[in-house]
Protein backbone atom coordinates (compact mmCIF):
# COMPACT_ATOMS: atom_id res chain seq x y z
CA UNK A 1 0.00 0.00 0.00
CA UNK A 2 0.83 3.78 -0.39
CA UNK A 3 -0.06 6.69 1.25
CA UNK A 4 -3.14 8.77 -0.57
CA UNK A 5 -1.65 11.64 -1.92
CA UNK A 6 -2.67 14.60 0.55
CA UNK A 7 -0.05 12.84 2.91
CA UNK A 8 2.93 12.49 0.85
CA UNK A 9 4.00 16.28 1.48
CA UNK A 10 4.67 15.98 -2.57
CA UNK A 11 4.19 19.80 -2.76
CA UNK A 12 7.53 22.28 -2.18
CA UNK A 13 5.95 25.52 -1.68
CA UNK A 14 3.17 25.15 1.85
CA UNK A 15 3.56 25.59 5.53
CA UNK A 16 1.70 24.40 8.39
CA UNK A 17 -1.84 25.91 7.29
CA UNK A 18 -1.95 23.35 4.37
CA UNK A 19 -1.83 20.64 6.68
CA UNK A 20 -4.79 21.29 9.01
CA UNK A 21 -5.59 22.69 11.93
CA UNK A 22 -7.01 19.96 14.64
CA UNK A 23 -8.97 20.83 17.90
CA UNK A 24 -9.19 17.77 20.05
CA UNK A 25 -11.86 18.35 23.12
CA UNK A 26 -10.77 15.74 25.22
CA UNK A 27 -9.58 15.66 29.30
CA UNK A 28 -10.60 15.29 33.19
CA UNK A 29 -9.16 15.07 36.43
CA UNK A 30 -8.53 11.63 36.26
CA UNK A 31 -8.00 11.28 32.47
CA UNK A 32 -5.86 14.03 31.13
CA UNK A 33 -3.88 11.28 29.66
CA UNK A 34 -6.22 11.02 27.38
CA UNK A 35 -5.56 14.15 26.10
CA UNK A 36 -2.29 13.90 25.67
CA UNK A 37 -2.20 10.96 23.65
CA UNK A 38 -4.87 12.25 21.33
CA UNK A 39 -2.81 15.45 20.83
CA UNK A 40 0.47 13.58 20.25
CA UNK A 41 -0.78 11.28 17.69
CA UNK A 42 -2.22 13.90 15.73
CA UNK A 43 0.79 16.03 15.47
CA UNK A 44 2.73 12.82 14.78
CA UNK A 45 0.26 12.05 12.14
CA UNK A 46 0.63 14.70 10.09
CA UNK A 47 -1.57 17.78 11.31
CA UNK A 48 0.18 21.05 10.81
CA UNK A 49 -1.18 22.61 14.09
CA UNK A 50 -2.96 20.65 17.00
CA UNK A 51 -5.05 22.70 19.92
CA UNK A 52 -5.97 20.38 23.26
CA UNK A 53 -9.20 21.70 24.78
CA UNK A 54 -9.25 21.07 28.38
CA UNK A 55 -10.88 21.98 31.39
CA UNK A 56 -9.30 25.59 32.37
CA UNK A 57 -7.63 24.24 35.96
CA UNK A 58 -5.63 21.60 34.35
CA UNK A 59 -3.97 23.15 31.48
CA UNK A 60 -1.35 23.62 33.28
CA UNK A 61 -0.67 19.94 34.01
CA UNK A 62 -1.43 19.03 30.22
CA UNK A 63 1.31 21.00 29.13
CA UNK A 64 3.91 19.14 31.10
CA UNK A 65 2.68 15.92 29.64
CA UNK A 66 2.40 17.60 26.17
CA UNK A 67 4.87 18.56 23.54
CA UNK A 68 5.77 22.06 23.40
CA UNK A 69 4.51 22.29 19.54
CA UNK A 70 0.83 21.42 20.80
CA UNK A 71 -1.28 24.20 21.33
CA UNK A 72 -3.92 24.17 24.42
CA UNK A 73 -7.03 25.91 24.82
CA UNK A 74 -8.54 26.19 28.93
CA UNK A 75 -12.37 26.19 28.59
CA UNK A 76 -14.63 26.37 31.22
CA UNK A 77 -15.10 23.30 33.90
CA UNK A 78 -17.07 22.24 36.21
CA UNK A 79 -16.13 21.76 40.48
CA UNK A 80 -15.07 18.55 39.17
CA UNK A 81 -13.06 19.69 36.69
CA UNK A 82 -14.29 18.47 33.35
CA UNK A 83 -15.42 20.69 30.52
CA UNK A 84 -18.63 22.58 31.76
CA UNK A 85 -21.43 23.04 29.58
CA UNK A 86 -20.93 26.62 29.58
CA UNK A 87 -18.09 26.11 27.32
CA UNK A 88 -19.65 25.89 24.62
CA UNK A 89 -20.09 29.99 23.93
CA UNK A 90 -16.72 30.78 23.74
CA UNK A 91 -15.69 27.74 22.14
CA UNK A 92 -18.02 28.18 19.49
CA UNK A 93 -16.50 31.50 18.27
CA UNK A 94 -13.19 29.65 18.51
CA UNK A 95 -14.32 27.09 15.90
CA UNK A 96 -13.57 28.77 12.29
CA UNK A 97 -9.66 28.41 12.90
CA UNK A 98 -9.80 24.73 12.34
CA UNK A 99 -10.17 22.40 9.92
CA UNK A 100 -10.94 19.10 11.92
CA UNK A 101 -11.88 18.40 15.83
CA UNK A 102 -12.11 15.04 17.49
CA UNK A 103 -14.34 15.27 20.93
CA UNK A 104 -14.43 12.59 23.63
CA UNK A 105 -11.49 11.07 25.25
CA UNK A 106 -11.37 11.29 28.82
CA UNK A 107 -14.31 14.07 28.73
CA UNK A 108 -16.54 11.93 31.64
CA UNK A 109 -20.04 11.19 31.95
CA UNK A 110 -20.40 14.81 34.00
CA UNK A 111 -24.26 15.59 33.44
CA UNK A 112 -23.03 18.99 32.14
CA UNK A 113 -19.82 17.70 29.97
CA UNK A 114 -22.32 15.59 28.60
CA UNK A 115 -24.44 18.28 28.21
CA UNK A 116 -21.94 19.96 26.50
CA UNK A 117 -20.98 17.19 24.15
CA UNK A 118 -24.65 16.94 23.11
CA UNK A 119 -24.63 20.67 22.20
CA UNK A 120 -21.66 20.16 20.62
CA UNK A 121 -21.93 17.47 18.20
CA UNK A 122 -25.47 19.27 16.83
CA UNK A 123 -24.33 22.46 15.88
CA UNK A 124 -20.60 21.37 15.09
CA UNK A 125 -20.11 22.16 11.31
CA UNK A 126 -16.25 20.93 10.93
CA UNK A 127 -15.21 17.50 10.21
CA UNK A 128 -16.00 15.45 13.47
CA UNK A 129 -14.49 12.41 15.08
CA UNK A 130 -16.71 11.12 18.03
CA UNK A 131 -15.05 8.73 20.61
CA UNK A 132 -15.41 7.62 23.96
CA UNK A 133 -16.99 9.87 26.81
CA UNK A 134 -18.54 11.50 23.63
CA UNK A 135 -20.55 8.17 22.18
CA UNK A 136 -21.81 7.70 25.35
CA UNK A 137 -23.33 10.96 25.98
CA UNK A 138 -25.17 9.88 22.77
CA UNK A 139 -26.18 6.75 24.18
CA UNK A 140 -30.34 6.76 22.89
CA UNK A 141 -30.15 9.91 21.29
CA UNK A 142 -28.40 9.49 18.12
CA UNK A 143 -30.59 11.42 16.21
CA UNK A 144 -28.89 14.33 17.53
CA UNK A 145 -26.23 12.94 15.23
CA UNK A 146 -28.48 14.20 12.14
CA UNK A 147 -28.80 17.51 13.29
CA UNK A 148 -25.93 18.86 11.21
CA UNK A 149 -24.20 17.38 7.52
CA UNK A 150 -21.06 17.65 8.79
CA UNK A 151 -18.81 14.72 7.89
CA UNK A 152 -18.60 12.71 10.90
CA UNK A 153 -16.93 9.50 12.31
CA UNK A 154 -17.66 7.13 14.84
CA UNK A 155 -15.01 5.32 16.51
CA UNK A 156 -17.26 2.77 19.30
CA UNK A 157 -16.01 -0.42 20.70
CA UNK A 158 -18.45 -3.02 21.10
CA UNK A 159 -19.86 -2.12 24.22
CA UNK A 160 -20.18 1.84 23.19
CA UNK A 161 -21.60 0.77 20.07
CA UNK A 162 -23.80 -0.86 22.34
CA UNK A 163 -24.98 1.37 24.57
CA UNK A 164 -25.46 4.04 21.85
CA UNK A 165 -28.17 1.35 20.29
CA UNK A 166 -29.57 -0.02 23.39
CA UNK A 167 -29.13 -3.53 22.27
CA UNK A 168 -26.52 -6.78 23.29
CA UNK A 169 -22.80 -6.32 23.28
CA UNK A 170 -23.05 -9.93 22.03
CA UNK A 171 -25.56 -9.43 19.45
CA UNK A 172 -22.94 -6.69 17.76
CA UNK A 173 -20.07 -9.22 18.01
CA UNK A 174 -22.31 -12.06 16.69
CA UNK A 175 -21.85 -9.82 13.05
CA UNK A 176 -19.56 -7.10 13.39
CA UNK A 177 -20.26 -5.58 9.87
CA UNK A 178 -23.40 -5.74 9.77
CA UNK A 179 -23.84 -3.56 13.30
CA UNK A 180 -21.33 -1.21 11.80
CA UNK A 181 -23.05 -0.60 8.60
CA UNK A 182 -26.41 -0.65 10.36
CA UNK A 183 -25.44 2.54 12.78
CA UNK A 184 -23.36 3.93 9.67
CA UNK A 185 -26.71 3.94 7.71
CA UNK A 186 -29.05 5.37 11.08
CA UNK A 187 -26.64 8.04 11.42
CA UNK A 188 -25.48 9.07 8.25
CA UNK A 189 -21.68 8.84 9.82
CA UNK A 190 -18.70 6.53 9.13
CA UNK A 191 -18.61 4.06 11.61
CA UNK A 192 -15.14 2.47 12.84
CA UNK A 193 -16.20 -0.83 15.11
CA UNK A 194 -13.24 -1.49 17.33
CA UNK A 195 -11.90 -4.62 17.76
CA UNK A 196 -9.90 -7.68 15.90
CA UNK A 197 -10.37 -7.13 12.13
CA UNK A 198 -11.86 -3.23 12.85
CA UNK A 199 -15.01 -2.71 10.52
CA UNK A 200 -15.11 0.62 9.12
CA UNK A 201 -18.50 1.48 6.96
CA UNK A 202 -19.77 4.39 5.54
CA UNK A 203 -23.71 5.15 5.03
CA UNK A 204 -23.22 4.54 1.52
CA UNK A 205 -22.80 0.60 2.45
CA UNK A 206 -18.91 0.19 1.62
CA UNK A 207 -16.80 -0.99 3.90
CA UNK A 208 -13.55 -2.34 4.99
CA UNK A 209 -11.71 -4.53 6.94
CA UNK A 210 -8.58 -3.30 8.55
CA UNK A 211 -5.74 -5.94 8.24
CA UNK A 212 -3.26 -4.59 10.90
CA UNK A 213 -3.41 -4.88 14.83
CA UNK A 214 -2.46 -7.28 17.48
CA UNK A 215 -3.52 -7.91 21.19
CA UNK A 216 -0.68 -5.97 22.38
CA UNK A 217 -2.50 -3.09 21.14
CA UNK A 218 -5.56 -4.31 23.79
CA UNK A 219 -4.19 -0.97 26.65
CA UNK A 220 -5.45 2.02 27.97
CA UNK A 221 -4.86 5.02 25.84
CA UNK A 222 -4.96 2.95 22.33
CA UNK A 223 -8.05 4.19 21.53
CA UNK A 224 -6.88 8.09 22.39
CA UNK A 225 -3.91 7.88 19.87
CA UNK A 226 -6.57 5.99 17.13
CA UNK A 227 -8.70 9.82 17.61
CA UNK A 228 -6.12 11.55 17.52
CA UNK A 229 -4.46 10.22 14.00
CA UNK A 230 -8.60 10.01 12.30
CA UNK A 231 -7.96 14.10 12.93
CA UNK A 232 -4.99 14.64 12.09
CA UNK A 233 -5.80 13.13 8.59
CA UNK A 234 -9.18 14.78 8.25
CA UNK A 235 -7.67 17.97 8.91
CA UNK A 236 -5.40 17.09 6.13
CA UNK A 237 -8.13 16.39 3.72
CA UNK A 238 -9.35 13.08 3.22
CA UNK A 239 -12.51 12.42 3.37
CA UNK A 240 -14.18 10.74 6.29
CA UNK A 241 -14.02 6.91 5.33
CA UNK A 242 -10.48 7.26 4.04
CA UNK A 243 -9.46 8.82 7.24
CA UNK A 244 -11.31 6.21 9.34
CA UNK A 245 -9.85 3.15 7.10
CA UNK A 246 -5.92 4.73 7.12
CA UNK A 247 -6.53 5.78 10.50
CA UNK A 248 -6.75 2.27 11.44
CA UNK A 249 -4.41 0.80 9.34
CA UNK A 250 -1.74 2.91 10.14
CA UNK A 251 -2.34 2.70 14.00
CA UNK A 252 -2.14 -0.96 13.76
CA UNK A 253 0.68 -0.89 11.93
CA UNK A 254 2.56 1.47 14.10
CA UNK A 255 1.26 -1.19 16.75
CA UNK A 256 2.44 -4.14 15.17
CA UNK A 257 6.16 -2.51 14.96
CA UNK A 258 6.14 -1.28 18.72
CA UNK A 259 5.01 -5.22 19.79
CA UNK A 260 8.14 -6.23 17.58
CA UNK A 261 10.72 -4.05 19.84
CA UNK A 262 8.36 -3.64 23.00
CA UNK A 263 6.39 -7.08 23.28
CA UNK A 264 2.69 -8.00 23.12
CA UNK A 265 3.19 -7.98 26.67
CA UNK A 266 4.80 -4.39 27.78
CA UNK A 267 3.74 -2.10 24.97
CA UNK A 268 1.37 0.71 26.42
CA UNK A 269 -0.21 3.48 23.90
CA UNK A 270 2.86 5.75 23.61
CA UNK A 271 4.66 3.00 21.81
CA UNK A 272 2.43 3.25 19.11
CA UNK A 273 2.64 7.21 18.94
CA UNK A 274 6.82 6.66 19.07
CA UNK A 275 6.40 3.92 15.71
CA UNK A 276 4.16 5.98 13.61
CA UNK A 277 7.08 7.70 11.90
CA UNK A 278 8.72 4.17 10.72
CA UNK A 279 4.75 2.80 10.18
CA UNK A 280 4.56 6.12 7.73
CA UNK A 281 8.23 5.77 6.34
CA UNK A 282 7.31 1.82 5.14
CA UNK A 283 4.44 3.31 2.86
CA UNK A 284 5.65 6.52 1.54
Known amino acids: MRLPTPLLRLK????????????ILAGSRRMLGAAALSGLAAMRSGAGLVTVGVPQSLNTALHKKLSPVIMTLPLAETPEQTLSEHAWKPLAKELPRFNAIAIGPGLSAHPSTQRFIRKAVSAISNPLVIDADALNALSGQIDILKKSSTPKILTPHPGEMARVLNISKISIEENRKAAALSLAQQTHTVVLLKGARTVIASPDKKYALNPTGNAGMA?????????????AFLGQGLNAFEAARWGAYLHGLAGDLAAREKTRLAMIASDI?????PAVKSLS
Do not use: E, Q, R, W
Open 12 to 23: KNVYKNHFGHVL
Open 273 to 277: IDFIP
Open 219 to 231: TAGSGDVLTGMIA
